[in-house]
């Protein structure tokens, strides 16, 4: 069983390695606006505010592409060379990034890393539900936060303090380095399964379940969705059970994003710089970055354990208690009251526990949860359409997170954060199955739906053959 369970860890491994390069562009902003916003080091003149927003944004926006085009690739072409797909693209862009001489070029090179992360995001995650062991398939899903985590460290920990052309060379090396595992790697057993290619799939899962016969009770369970295998992406749209789950998904994509936890890890660097503590904003970025990473490995280790909902729901309440300490730290400096001492570290502290919550629950399971919503016909359609979903709040959280801050001030922005983070956890709470320890049968089962009778008739009994 052990060597079962360490093939499934290599193979999500090796899949999610895709996911430094990731982390390294969703971090990118915040050491690049401010290199870029210095007299010192430019690519032509100094960042305005409203450019900064825009590169800041637009990949967010055009990563609603990069979800309709998985929406309609995963199915066609397989999980695997999706991600070598966003692997191209991402490479283009950290390119473009390399020798970019106007903003416009930025701009560009945001807009396609969106394309990518929308690839990437949609497909990771499903790819990694369908090689896991329902045992451990919440630990392998929390991999994506993880490696994500480890790109973030080092591009927070990194970028502060190298040039804004070895900061753009490494993002390209890394990119490329970690892609390259991934042409070795089988597809997923399901998708060859729908695909025609039974023998296939079988060689796959006894590589991955340790067994024949571990093979031959997963393919059982495969066998009872075969008749939806032709199904229109219509059809899979009018199902009510898809509808259900997708608005189960789609709710908790959109509050994700209102929480603005993205906006927060974006202008980590100018929230820093607003306190007067002695450590400086590029090092207490790296050190909220290294957090982050420790974050997720917790939860690699907890969520098969504790459960999905327990720890959601306590991360979340976290999140509101950061949220609200960041506003009240804020509004004491907006009224003139002088802050010192513990008060001058609140926004650190808050910091810390925002991120602490963040990669340690939500972060780690959001992708986890989603994937595990959707039956195996509709669960790439259904991954690629939620985040379709989350791409208008996404966008203008982000786009319009610096303005509402100039305009409102920083207080009610981050009390309205913390507000959302308890109308999650209770949502979390009262509408979402616990979904430890279940096979997708099962789940659908839980959630409802009457087509799945009898789920334990497939459970998958480990043998070692």
Known sequence: MRNMYFRQYAVVFAINLNCVSFGLGTSWPSPVLVKLANDTETIGKPLEQNEGSWIVSTSFLTGSLGYVV???????????????????????????????????????????IGLSEGIILSVIPVYASEIASKEIRGALGVMLQIFTSIGSVIMLSVGPFISYFHLNLMFTLITLVTSIPTIFLPDSPNFLYYKGREEESKKVLIFLRGSEFNANEELKEYSTNRNYEKSSMLTIFRNKMFQKSLGKSGFIIIILYLIGFNCVMTYLQTILDTTQTN??????????????????????????????KPILICTLLGMLVGMVGLGVFFKLTEMGAEVSGFLNYLPLISLLLIVICYSGGLGSLLWVVIAELFDDCSRGIGMATTL?????????????????????????????????????????ALRLPEMKGKSFAEIQHA???????NPQTFELTPRIE
């Open 388 to 428: 379709l979903i989350g791409v208008v709040p996404s966008f203008l959280t982000l786009r319009y997170f610096s303005p509402l801050v100039d305009s409102w001030g920083p207080a009610p922005v981050f009390w309205a954060s913390a507000v959302f983070c308890a109308v999650l956890a209770m949502f979390v």
């Open 279 to 308: 450590i400086r904003s590029g090092v207490a970025s790296g050190i909220i970055g290294a957090i982050n990473l420790l974050a997720s490995f917790s939860t690699l280790m907890t969520t098969d354990r504790f459960g999905r």
């Open 70 to 112: 998985s929406s309609v690739l995963v199915d066609f072409i397989g999980r695997k060379h999706c991600v070598i797909l966003s692997s191209v693209v991402r490479m283009a862009a950290a390119l473009l990034f390399l020798f970019a001489r106007d903003v416009w070029v930025l701009i560009l090179g945001r807009a396609i």
């Open 447 to 453: 959630l409802g739906n009457s087509s799945v009778t």
